[in-house]
């Protein structure tokens, strides 16, 4: 009887040196915490774009504020990117609440950056009944922050495709008793966040069918209905452009071949404490006959994991899809730290953890990266008062937003048609082979659609440029000197060569900025020194 007595005092004496590790983790997550607020509170505002895209995906949300159509044939005001609409529809009613584009969708973002924080660190204490794994769960994921390029306040669609997927696989275990029909919903939001989901939420719904099969099968069935319809309803609605768009395109796309291993060998390297706590997580529940809970936070990281690795194999997968696994990895590391065998080397993985996101962070380039220079406010003040000061629409197919904000019009971004030049037969290289742009009979290969999409662009720019629509053209001299031989049709006249007396649009004289590189973005393409083309008169 005394020895039972004493047992709990003993137990508790062995342990406080673990309950410390809990508290130093506390200690790094309000760090982590503080560290975001602070780079948040500088960037949110920011009236310009931090990523070369922000002002496109601005201006789609423009598009569904005014009641124009996201998903249509591709023209030189708008080519749409191969982006579901969730977050453009969110941006749109924003602005019609009187928020600035790039504003809306930065904080569409950051809300749902919080909002995931807060669905680990409660995933992680439902789980484990501990507040500290918790509270140090949250910390993890706001301090991957650095590590993945500073994406999680930009106006992109990524962390509201993360905290949708994360909320459907939560709902999915530990929802209310029709949580199955909830989590079919919330599985349809996040295909309309991101096309990912198709990727992420198959991988949970094969780890539902180990914990409950009957509840897995339901959620199954009403994904298949819902998402079914979601996807219908927008086909139906832009007579098939937005399946084009979304589902057709990105078949064309090429692939990093790199990056079938160094995904594996060098992106995951900084969240290598997290693997390692996670399949040492998943040993120690099968060993403690947890087997269902085991197999279905395998489902989910293993799901998160795939979604970031074919994602990163795509072109133009950069470093924020790591944040589809990384999530996923925040959520199974802090579970596996609790339990009885890893009680010390739990702690000390996650403790490893901090300290790897945090040297991946400071390793990044900084003066590229975090906050943007006095000299890249100025270069984009120039640039709208110069746009502002022009008769008619401006095209800027490397800046967008900036014509919108000033009355000018919109004009398809660099990338959107990029991307559907993927559709051109490939060289040797890889690239898309520029001469199907002037022998049609190269696009025979393709599809109906696809050759529309083609023909359609290349005909309604000529056009327009042959009419000196657009009042001025800003191209930049560095990243998109191919816009003047891609639309050369109609910026050209009858002896080909542009900036002569036969040309429809003329090169001006002069730098458009007073410093021309200060306008690149801190993130993404290098673009800078833009330049204009007139109208000849």
């Not at 050759?451 to 009042?471: C, E, K, N, V, Y």
Request: hydrophobic share 50%; net charge neutral.
């Amino acid at each position: 009887m005394l020895a039972r007595l004493h047992m709990p005092t003993d137990s508790r004496r062995t342990e406080d040196p673990a309950r410390a590790l809990w508290w130093l983790l506390l200690l790094l997550a309000l760090a982590a915490l503080g560290a975001f607020a602070w780079a948040v509170a500088q960037r949110l505002p920011y009236p310009h774009e931090l990523e070369w895209m922000e002002g496109a995906l601005a201006d789609h949300a423009w598009r569904v504020a005014n009641g124009l159509p996201l998903y249509a044939p591709p023209g030189p005001e708008h080519v749409p990117f191969l982006y579901a609409p969730l977050l453009f529809w969110l941006g749109g009613l924003g602005i019609t609440m009187g928020l600035d584009g790039i504003f809306a969708l930065r904080l569409v973002s950051i809300l749902c950056t919080i909002a995931t924080a807060m669905l680990v660190g409660h995933w992680v204490r439902t789980e484990t009944r501990r507040f500290l794994p918790g509270f140090a769960a949250s910390g993890l994921w706001l301090a991957g922050y650095g590590w993945l390029a500073w994406w999680y306040d930009l106006a992109r669609n990524d962390t509201l495709f993360v905290f949708l997927c994360l909320l459907t696989a939560f709902t999915l275990r530990h929802g209310p008793r029709l949580r199955w029909l909830l989590a079919a919903a919330l599985a349809t939001l996040a295909l309309l966040a991101k096309q990912s989901a198709l990727m992420w939420l198959p991988a949970v719904g094969i780890g539902a069918l180990c914990v409950d099969w009957r509840t897995a099968l339901r959620f199954g069935v009403a994904c298949i209905a819902m998402m079914g319809t979601a996807i219908g309803l927008l086909h139906l609605g832009s007579d098939g452009w937005s399946t084009f768009y979304l589902f057709a395109m990105p078949r064309h796309h090429g692939w990093v071949a790199d990056r079938r291993l160094g995904f594996w060998t060098e992106d995951m390297l900084p969240m290598l404490p997290l693997l390692g706590l996670g399949l040492l997580g998943f040993v120690a529940q099968w060993r403690a006959g947890e087997r269902a809970t085991a197999l279905y936070l395998a489902a989910l990281g293993s799901g998160g994991l795939c979604a970031s690795w074919l994602s990163r194999l795509h072109v133009g997968g950069f470093d924020n899809v790591m944040m589809y696994g990384f999530a996923a990895a925040c959520v199974l590391g802090p579970i596996a730290a609790c339990s009885r065998p890893l009680r010390w080397l739990g702690p000390l993985l996650l403790f490893a953890q901090f300290g790897w996101l945090a040297f991946a962070a400071a390793a990044r380039q900084p003066e590229r990266t975090l906050l943007p220079s006095a000299a890249h406010r100025q270069a984009h003040d120039e640039l709208k008062v110069y746009v502002a000061a022009q008769p008619g629409p401006v095209w800027i197919p490397a800046h967008g937003h900036i014509s919108t904000r000033a009355g000018k019009g919109t004009g398809a971004h660099g990338q959107a048609i990029f991307d559907l030049l993927q559709l051109l037969p490939k060289q040797p290289d890889g690239m898309f082979d520029p001469t199907a742009l002037l022998d049609r009979s190269k696009l025979a290969h393709l599809g109906e659609r696809e050759q529309q999409a083609i023909t359609g662009l290349l005909d309604r720019t000529a056009a327009m440029l042959s009419a000196q629509h657009f009042a001025a053209i800003v191209v930049d001299e560095t990243g998109t000197h191919a816009f003047t031989f891609v639309f050369a049709m109609g910026l050209v006249g009858a002896d080909g060569q542009l900036g002569t007396a036969d040309d429809s649009y003329l090169r001006a004289p002069g730098p458009v900025l007073s410093e021309p590189a200060a306008i690149r973005p801190l993130l993404g393409f290098d673009v800078h020194s833009p330049y204009a083309l007139l109208p000849r008169r």
